[in-house]
């Protein structure tokens, strides 16, 4: 493997003295490793050069298409139901649309639960996985969104005021988690945070589906859980976590208002929102 890798960080391959220089094994150990390897096709040997072979391009290939988003954040949000005994989440941004599109979804067991449906879209200005992807857009989006898109009232707790919406966002960005109650549907509740990636983008984010009235007593736990579970598939990714990126991810800054200010001090959200999808008893 430290062949493997020597010839990945080396264009136009090597000569076998220069990698028994960089590697520090005797020529001889070596060749018998490089001879295997060719073989194998995992190295291509031509003009006394070693480069790589197209096994190592194929297993190269093999190991990315299982490093995606879903095979990141899977087994981290089956974790986070295992711990939050809710129904974990995963969304992306679709940025023609504007919406969140659910890409993944894993029932808690709970008698009452979310059962949001895996390839259903909803609203950025009034859902908890929502917020948390438009919150770490670039300021044009934002700005654009904020001014542009049409925001129905779905329930009486729902935000619509844009001005509010746009401090709403700002105390996300300075925190780094959404919680959210009753926008979208009644009873309702939704804790979300950004998954960022190895450039400081944002176009996923994971969360948690739970009834107000389990969410107040374990208010500041399950927030921990999602952040936590959203640094975990940032890193995977090769990102930093949420407070560690946030410059990374927000673009031409927003201007902060008096409101964002406080809540960035105290460090904790203050939002409303929902939870992305009716309540209701399994069969």
């Known amino acids: 493997m430290h062949i493997v890798e020597l010839l990945a960080a080396s264009s136009g391959g090597l000569s076998l003295a220069a990698m028994t220089e960089a590697l520090q094994i005797p020529k001889t150990s070596l060749l ?24 190592s391009m194929r297993l190269g290939a093999v190991i990315a298409s299982d490093t995606g988003v879903l095979a990141a954040s899977r087994p981290v949000a089956a974790e986070l139901v295992a711990r939050s005994g809710e129904t974990a989440m995963i969304a992306t941004l679709d940025e023609r649309a504007a919406d969140a599109f659910y890409i993944d979804v894993i029932d808690s067991q ?41 925001m129905p009232r779905r329930t009486k707790q729902t935000i619509i005021d844009r001005t509010r919406l746009q401090r709403i966002v700002e105390g996300i960005r300075a925190t780094g988690v959404v919680v959210t109650q009753g926008e979208h549907t009644a009873g309702a509740a939704a804790v979300a945070a950004p998954i960022i990636e190895r450039d400081g983008s944002v176009h996923h984010a994971i969360g948690i589906g739970v009834p107000i009235a389990r969410l107040e007593p374990r208010r500041e736990l399950l927030i921990k859980l999602v952040t936590d579970a959203a640094r975990q598939v940032s890193w995977t990714l090769g990102g930093r976590g949420t407070r560690s990126a946030l410059p990374a991810v927000a673009g031409a800054s927003l201007p902060r208002s008096d409101e964002a200010s406080r809540r960035a001090r105290i460090a904790r959200p203050t939002t409303k929102t929902t939870a992305d999808t009716p309540m209701r008893r399994p069969r």
């Open 110 to 150: 709970q008698d009452i639960r979310y059962s949001p449906r895996i390839g259903s879209r909803w609203p950025l200005y009034c859902t908890g996985l929502g917020r948390a992807l438009l919150a770490f857009q670039h300021a044009g989006f934002i700005r654009r969104y904020l001014a542009e898109t049409d």
């Open 32 to 55: 018998n490793h490089l001879k295997v390897l060719v073989t194998a096709g995992y190295v291509n040997s031509r003009d006394a050069r070693y480069t790589l072979g197209p096994a």
